[in-house]
């Protein structure tokens, strides 16, 4: 079992940067592929991005590539999610996912473990 959590939501003008933080705890020995993925009041839960477990293979959704970037520093057990030059439409709950594969995945459907959510307001 793994228990993530997620930090550094919060509210930001359009334009500007957020940084968030997912923590991973419990059954950590394992390689896992992580994603980020959010929903807006109204929509589906969307992908946004996975890394995979040595964080060499990224994929990006188009919505957010070139401004956002993923990375993990597995010694802290941790995978961030660095957000620039944010939009309205970025304005979701966000999701960190961990699957029990080295690679990451742009379908919720192969996650096996979620955390909670934070959530990220973008304002005009």
């Known amino acids: 079992q793994v228990q993530l959590a997620e930090s550094g939501g919060g509210l930001v003008q359009a334009g500007g940067s957020l940084r968030l933080s997912c923590a991973a705890s419990g059954d950590t020995s394992s390689n896992y592929g992580m994603g980020w993925f959010r929903q807006a009041p109204g929509k589906e839960r969307e992908f946004v991005v996975s890394i995979s477990w040595n964080g060499g293979i990224k994929n990006y959704a188009d919505s957010v590539k070139g401004r956002f970037t993923i990375s993990r520093d597995n010694a802290k057990n941790t995978v961030y999610l660095q957000m620039n030059r944010l939009k309205l439409e970025d304005t979701a709950v966000y999701y960190c996912?961990?699957?029990?594969?080295?690679?990451?995945?742009?379908?919720?459907?192969?996650?096996?473990?979620w955390g909670q959510g934070t959530q990220v307001t973008v304002s005009s």
């Open positions: 996912a961990a699957r029990t594969s080295a690679y990451g995945a742009s379908f919720s459907s192969n996650y096996d473990y």
